[in-house]
């Protein structure tokens, strides 16, 4: 569980530069709009790619902390027995799903690759995206099944 700990950790710290490059550079086309009336051309498609990017690698952080949102309407009232074993349900459906997500978009990515589709002004390569997604989607399914397995740890806490 380490290892998955520490590679959560690193692709939410990747997410978080990611994330500050995506500030920078809309900052830097705001101030050239607004001064001397030009904009950095792409700035909207490397936004949107980036920002794909960033929130596919906070996944597996948000996993390993459990802190995806959760209803607790209906079991609020249950035993902590009952709400470990529901838990573990979500852990496993969450697994299940993520990994399937992650089998897709490396379909997704393929398509992408062989028919070489890339964004509209800059021609970036869309399948880059895709490559970036699948890792921390791989990883946000495997601790969920960790956690499905094993339950709660104590290197998890926040």
């Not at 990611?18 to 705001?30: A, K, M, Q, R």
């Not at 607004?34 to 909207?44: A, E, P, S």
Request: with cysteine; charged share 10%; proline share 3%.
């Amino acid at each position: 569980m380490k290892l998955l700990s520490l590679l959560a950790g690193a692709c939410a710290v990747l997410a978080g530069v990611i994330l500050t490059v995506i500030t920078l550079i809309t900052c830097i086309s705001l101030i050239g709009r607004n001064t001397i009336g030009t904009t950095l051309v792409g700035d909207y498609e490397l936004t949107a790619a980036a920002a794909g990017a960033a929130v596919a690698l906070f996944l597996p952080l948000c996993q390993l902390r459990r802190e995806n949102i959760i209803v607790d309407f209906f079991t609020a009232r249950l035993s902590a027995a009952a709400n470990s074993r529901l838990d573990r349900l979500g852990s496993a459906l969450l697994g299940v799903v993520l990994l399937v997500l992650a089998w897709r978009t490396v379909v997704g990515g393929i398509s992408a690759f062989t028919s070489n589709s890339s964004t509209m002004m800059l021609g970036f390569p869309e399948w880059i995206v895709y490559a970036f997604m699948v890792p921390p989607m791989v990883l946000t399914g495997l601790i969920a099944v960790t956690q499905t397995l094993h339950g709660d740890f104590p290197e998890q806490a926040k």
